[in-house]
């Protein structure tokens, strides 16, 4: 069974910064694609970046240059360190993977998902 658990979230001012992270069960690590989601209050879940197993990483324009995704692989953690944090990145964020896929995309089509850690930019 996969499991993965997001940490890290919290409350902090415009321009701030946080660090998510992700532990992913061994049944995850090094296969497929592993992804930061986030979905705001009456908004549809949107991919924020993924990372695949060679760390092919992809960014939403939203966030390209303020948020970086990274993996440890010998910790099967999965990271979002977020800088420059906007009002507009106020979401819960999802942790998700998808360990059979061999092509990675910001759709939100994981076949795995966290329970969500909330981030709250005040401005």
């Known amino acids: 069974q996969v499991q993965l658990v997001e940490s890290g979230g919290g409350s902090v001012q415009a321009g701030g910064s946080l660090r998510l992270s992700c532990v992913y069960s061994?049944?995850?690590?090094?296969?497929?694609?592993l992804g930061w989601f986030r979905q705001a209050p009456g908004k549809e879940r949107e991919g924020v970046a993924i990372?695949?197993?060679?760390?092919?990483?992809l960014y939403a324009d939203a966030v390209k240059g303020r948020f970086t995704i990274s993996k440890d692989s010998a910790k099967n953690t999965l990271y979002l360190q977020m800088n420059s944090l906007k009002p507009e990145d106020t979401a819960m964020y999802y942790c998700?993977?998808?360990?059979?896929?061999?092509?990675?995309?910001?759709?939100?089509?994981?076949?795995?998902w966290g329970q969500g850690t909330q981030v709250t930019v005040s401005s």
């Open positions: 990372i695949n197993v060679i760390d092919y990483t």
């Open positions: 061994d049944n995850v690590s090094g296969y497929g694609c």
């Open positions: 998700a993977a998808a360990p059979g896929r061999t092509s990675c995309s910001l759709r939100p089509t994981f076949d795995y």
